[in-house]
């Protein structure tokens, strides 16, 4: 079975500043990796994901991923936040060729201060 | 593409009665999951279909719940003789079945409370 840790369950930094939230996942075999950004009142939406090929990835709206896979993590970074990123940030792992069932991290609140 | 709709978005219970939730998922996505969130925790899976067949239940989902998507398209979960620790979001979500590197669309959720 797959796990996934996110260490920090909560990030202040204030506007501008960079960022980075920490994703390590376990997993015997290939997985697929995947971070979801949840607003206030909102249900989760993806982000990014990790699927094969370039070990960087990036979403629309600034925030990039990387996968190491000696380090087995997936940190999620944005070189510049804005107020409009504070939100909850959860991690998801699903095995490639397994079971179609995403395991999701705890989450990591990002709170963005003026 | 009108998203996943859950309802209802809030119910309050009193401890020992029923209580039925019911998601709407994305049309012709085949692939339906079942989450339970709690206050700074992540979601964890409850259960999941394929279509009209449930594939797979969490070992956290006791014989109080059960969870039905009859022609595999709208899903309800039913919680029998609620108890406190019930109390939780639970969250809806589909996928269009395309492997394990689907993501997943989720619903805004229905908060139970258990008084």
């Known amino acids: 079975a797959q796990s996934v840790t996110q260490l920090d369950s909560q990030v202040p930094v204030f506007e501008e500043a960079p960022v980075e939230l920490r994703c390590n996942y376990s997993?015997?075999?290939?997985?697929?990796l995947f971070w979801y950004v949840q607003y206030p009142n909102q249900g989760l939406q993806l982000l990014l994901k990790?699927?094969?090929?370039?070990?960087l990835v990036e979403s629309i709206n600034g925030f990039e991923a990387e996968f190491n896979k000696s380090q087995t993590s997936f940190h999620l970074r944005k070189p510049s936040v804005h107020i409009s990123d504070t939100a909850e940030y959860f991690c998801?792992?699903?095995?490639?060729?397994?079971?179609?069932?995403?395991?999701f991290g705890r989450g990591t609140s990002l709170i963005v201060h003026p | 593409d009108t998203g996943v709709s859950q309802n209802p978005r809030h119910k309050i219970t009193k401890r020992g009665q029923n209580v039925t939730f019911r998601c709407d998922p994305i049309?012709?996505?085949?692939?339906l999951y079942w989450y339970r969130q709690t206050l700074g925790q992540g979601p964890e899976f409850l259960t999941y279909?394929?279509?009209?067949?449930?594939?797979?239940k969490s070992r956290l989902l006791s014989d109080r719940f059960s969870a039905e998507r009859p022609k595999g398209s709208f899903s309800t979960l039913e919680i029998q003789r609620t108890e406190q620790g019930d109390s939780a979001m639970y969250l809806c979500?589909?996928?269009?079945?395309?492997?394990?590197?689907?993501?997943?669309?989720f619903g805004n959720g229905t908060r139970l409370t258990v008084t």
């Open positions: 979500a589909s996928s269009p079945g395309q492997g394990a590197f689907s993501p997943l669309h």
């Open positions: 997993s015997s075999v290939s997985v697929y």
């Open positions: 990790y699927l094969s090929g370039s070990t």
């Open positions: 998801a792992v699903t095995r490639s060729g397994g079971s179609y069932i995403p395991t």
């Open positions: 049309s012709e996505h085949n692939r």
């Open positions: 279909f394929q279509n009209e067949a449930q594939l797979e």
